[in-house]
């Protein structure tokens, strides 16, 4: 009898312990993809919610990495795998015209994050502005938004992009995408270069090349050591190069552009005669 009185007692303890651990357990909470990045807006419509995130705290003229999340606003979960392409326009006072950018892709980190980059030309101001439409499909369904955006110049006003007309006649945009930090040191130096075949489409041009001399000018205009003009990485999708840093300050970092025949399209070498490109960026650190 005492026997089965233990077994007993042993089995409701056993269940109590059971069913006090499984009372006790937390849900797991979802880790935020994008917690590392800068809500710069959210677009609320069709019971759903858009939020774009970059990396920098708004968008500036030049290169802007956009990541973006489509939240169901019923439960507030988020649409895996979503359908969605976008078209920036800037709405100037006798024009609208669009802007280099890629295509929206779906992360390979996390199914409900779509990201890809814009490259706007120029900032807004008080009679002229950006705006975004989005055309997206979730749950079998089509939806079109537009969302009005803020773009600025760079808090520190240098120039990382620029638009130009080539001595071919072909207008281009030439963007700087790396470093974004640069060091003392030599710096992998990354670009993006676009040509305008209409107001609102903006190709990728392809294997061409961009003669680099960096000069510092507040310090008798001299250059660095082991730099490398940049040519187009077809892995990369994109310009690299290096770009030798030998002390911190103020660097113009003087272009050429080249097209494959090896023709000057924009930009001149710097001499004691000349001591600037037309074709520039600009870094201070």
Known sequence: MKTIKLVLI???????????TSDDDSPQLEVDPLAEYNLVTKVDANGHSL??????????????EVYLR????????YFANPKISWMPVMHMESMNHSCPKSELAISTENNTVVE???????????DEYWDITFTYEVGGQEYTVTQTIDVTAPSDGKQRVTSFLGSDNVRYV??????????????DIHALLYKMESMM????????SIALDPRMPGMGNHSSPNNEDLTYDS?????TGKLSL???????????????????????????????????????F
């Open 51 to 64: 939020e774009l995130y970059s990396d920098g705290n708004a968008f500036t003229t030049g290169y802007n």
């Open 116 to 126: 890809g980059y814009a490259i706007f030309q120029m900032a807004g101001n008080a």
């Open 235 to 239: 892995s990369a999708k994109m310009y």
């Open 174 to 187: 030439l963007a700087m995408v790396a470093p974004r930090d640069p060091v003392v040191a030599v710096n």
């Open 246 to 284: 030998t002390m911190t300050g103020y660097w113009k970092l003087n272009l050429k552009l080249l097209n494959m025949d090896g023709e000057v399209l924009k930009g001149e070498d710097v001499t004691e005669e000349n001591e600037a490109s037309s074709l520039y960026w600009e870094l201070e």
């Open 201 to 208: 489409s903006f190709p990728m041009v392809q294997n061409y």
């Open 70 to 77: 489509i939240k169901d606003d019923s439960d507030n979960s």
């Open 10 to 20: 042993t089995i409701a303890l056993s269940l109590g312990l059971t069913a006090c």
